[in-house]
């Protein structure tokens, strides 16, 4: 079957940096996205890999290695605004999308 | 604002009522999702239509009916639902389903059935 995994929790600190992993397990592959989604609110975009290596938007990163079925979200300077859910989500060949259950951070100051 | 609006934001029913969500986008866009949310669990797909046909059911039960009457608007219609079924309900939108566009998301209707 198809697969997302990533952590269901993490905690940083304010001013800090964080990853969070997501590793997958799908029949073929079109792409992964990162949506975020504060409480209450729209999941909302915010990267897209379908080649291998690094795309850096201002604070945040997305990095993909298609060979290990594995990305990461990487946040720096982080702000208390960045605390919500962040969701991994790959399209697979039918161009499906195959989502994780998101992984919720926590910013403490 | 994402482009995309839900009604209501929050919704209690009980399990004989019928209800209806309503989504509309301001967007342009061609296909229209209708997505469940559960806590701690993946986004669930549930319908998508595209150029207002459906394309996609994912063994859905009876008692959700889509209704997609123009590219703007999506409904869900809601008869004999279940306790499990409360949830988050989600809309979403983007240009061409079948490649690599992003979707664009509602805020949601929070579905409380009792």
């Known amino acids: 079957g198809q697969n997302i995994d990533q952590p269901t929790e993490m905690t940083a600190t304010e001013g800090a940096i964080v990853q969070i992993n997501c590793t997958y397990q799908t029949s073929g592959f079109n792409g992964l996205f990162w949506y975020q989604q504060h409480a209450g609110e729209a999941p909302t975009f915010l990267s897209y890999?379908?080649l291998d290596g690094l795309e850096e938007k201002g604070r945040f990163s997305s990095f993909l290695s298609r060979s290990k079925g594995y990305s990461y979200l990487l946040l720096k300077e982080l702000q208390m605004k960045d605390s919500a859910s962040y969701l991994c989500a790959v399209k697979d060949s039918n161009y499906q999308l195959i989502w994780g259950a998101g992984t919720k951070l926590i910013i403490k100051p | 604002e994402t482009g995309v609006t839900q009604t209501p934001r929050h919704l209690v029913m009980g399990m004989t009522n019928k209800k209806s969500l309503k989504c509309e986008q301001h967007l342009g866009h061609n296909a229209m999702y209708w997505y469940k949310q559960s806590a701690k669990k993946p986004l669930e797909l549930m319908f998508v239509?595209?150029?207002?046909?459906?394309?996609e059911n994912n063994s859905v039960p009876s008692r959700f009916s889509p209704e997609c009457p123009n590219s703007s608007h999506l409904f869900l219609h809601l008869h004999t639902l279940q306790p499990e079924d409360s949830a988050l309900y989600l809309c979403?939108?983007?240009?061409?389903?079948?490649?690599?566009?992003?979707?664009?998301f509602g805020e949601g209707s929070r579905l409380t059935v009792l």
């Open positions: 979403a939108s983007s240009q061409v389903p079948s490649e690599a566009g992003e979707l664009f």
């Open positions: 890999n379908v």
């Open positions: 239509y595209n150029f207002k046909e459906q394309t």
